[in-house]
């Protein structure tokens, strides 16, 4: 009897972090029913992926989408379709919104302002106080969220715990992976004054190198100190690599494409607000040394630190300014110029944002092309040549600091769960973004 899928992606270069084969995935409902030749199976749909590349689907594990309270530079919605345009099919959302996701019930918030709104699947980090320690516990454990974030240094909003006893008692609280914005605030309050009004260079001096190293050494020493896991968000320094490299016992280690880059001076010299971020984009030297850590195995994981502000926002002078940047939708096409250009592989682009994501954080049924896995893909034509422009960027902010980037290797079709969300470049199905299940969290979840 001849087997019948949903859909069948035929003929295309299937990869995973172990390599590359030209075969065809059947797909039933939301998941991976077989991979093979399917020459003789018949499907309600059949798609030609012959010269397309099919990745497992991207994953961005860090994203600021804004919602709620800041809905007028970004929200779930427009920011979540911005992703799918660009290939990814399921991100992390950060908490330093207003109010702050520091509670279960503004965790729930989140989770039904998502509803029917993302076009793609979602999770939420529950965000760390001082006064609210006794509530991560509960907030770990709930449907859609992906762990607990902690700011050791201020960025945007108003999440801060900058004490090692603070950070501690978090650790000590929870059971799950936490992820750190490590920044020492200590030393940026001390080095607040040297901001000079107007200069973005002065940026890397105020968050200079020693306030992420000094930060990151303490966060080493507590996590080995609790006997718990952290997941190092957005590293930006050579210094903070050679530190990470031998705490692979407790520490997993997060890179941006804006740091793998971007270069100071000439970024602020040429963005100016533009390219301002928490931790800096910083000298050449700094991006080079994440590159060979990147290509060495120490990095886990490829995320965005989708950030957006407006154009009117950015333009004050420094350090009125704010700190961040747009980035969900120019992941792929910005890191597949880098495998072009030779410097990874596109095996290691796929270990970054699908397979390490899934072994970082323990997602239950995502992260791997295999028979069984829900069916979310990032189909991609590696020849692609376009320029990403800022009329492209589709996130409420209305600009990226890729404009007039000449990209090789461009996003063609994002699937979630077995279904085409984005084709072409346009999106075809809106609003059927489910949260992310997680295995440390299937008991509580019903699952």
């Not at 020849?383 to 063609?412: L, M, N, R």
């Amino acid at each position: 009897m001849t087997q019948v899928f949903d859909l069948i992606l035929r003929g295309g270069t299937v990869v995973t972090p172990g390599g590359e084969a030209q075969t065809d995935i059947g797909i039933i409902g939301e998941r991976i029913a077989r991979i093979g030749d399917l020459s003789k199976a018949a499907a309600g749909e059949i798609y030609g992926a012959s010269g397309l590349h099919i990745l497992p689907g991207v994953i961005d594990t860090q994203v600021h989408f804004r919602e709620p309270g800041l809905e007028y530079k970004a929200d779930l919605e427009t920011e979540a379709r911005s992703a799918a345009l660009g290939g990814v099919v399921a991100v992390f959302e950060m908490p330093n919104t207003n109010p702050s996701t520091i509670t279960p019930d503004a965790m729930l918030d989140k989770l039904a302002r998502a509803k029917g709104r993302m076009d793609i699947d979602h999770a939420f980090y529950a965000g760390a106080t001082h006064d609210n320690v006794s509530l991560l516990p509960e907030m770990e454990r709930m449907l859609g969220c992906c762990g607990v974030k902690v700011f050791m240094g201020a960025s945007t909003g108003d999440l801060l715990i900058k004490d090692d006893a603070g950070v501690e008692a978090v650790l000590r609280a929870i059971k799950r992976r936490a992820a750190f914005h490590s920044e020492d605030e200590y030393r940026l309050e001390e080095r607040r004054s040297l901001a000079v009004t107007g200069d973005w260079n002065s940026h890397i001096i105020v968050r200079d190198v020693e306030a992420a190293v000094s930060s990151t050494r303490r966060l080493i020493a507590l996590a080995r100190k609790t006997g718990k896991r952290i997941h190092v968000l957005h590293i930006s320094t050579a210094e903070e690599m050679d530190l990470l490299v031998n705490a692979k016992d407790v520490a997993s280690v997060e890179v941006l494409p804006n740091h793998l880059t971007l270069a100071a001076p000439d970024c602020y010299d040429r963005l100016k607000g533009f390219a301002q971020q928490n931790p800096p984009v910083r000298e050449a030297r700094h991006r080079e040394a994440l590159w060979r850590a990147l290509n060495a195995g120490i990095v886990d994981v490829l995320a965005t630190d989708h950030a957006p502000h407006t154009i009117e926002e950015k333009q004050r002078p420094y350090p009125a300014s704010p700190s961040g940047m747009p980035g969900v939708q120019t992941l792929v096409p910005v890191m597949l110029t880098h495998v072009h250009d030779g410097k990874l592989s596109l095996q290691r682009f796929v270990e970054l944002t699908s397979a390490g994501p899934q072994r970082v954080f323990g997602l239950a049924d995502k992260g791997r092309i295999a028979e069984g896995y829900h069916a979310d893909f990032t189909i991609v034509d590696l020849k692609h040549k376009q320029t990403i422009t800022a009329e492209w960027s589709k996130s409420k902010c209305g600009w990226t600091q890729f404009d007039g980037f000449e990209a090789t290797g461009w996003p063609v079709g994002t699937v979630v769960r077995g279904g085409f969300v984005m084709r072409d470049g346009e999106i075809v199905k809106k609003g059927g973004g489910q949260p992310v299940r997680f295995n440390e969290t299937l008991e509580q979840a019903g699952g």
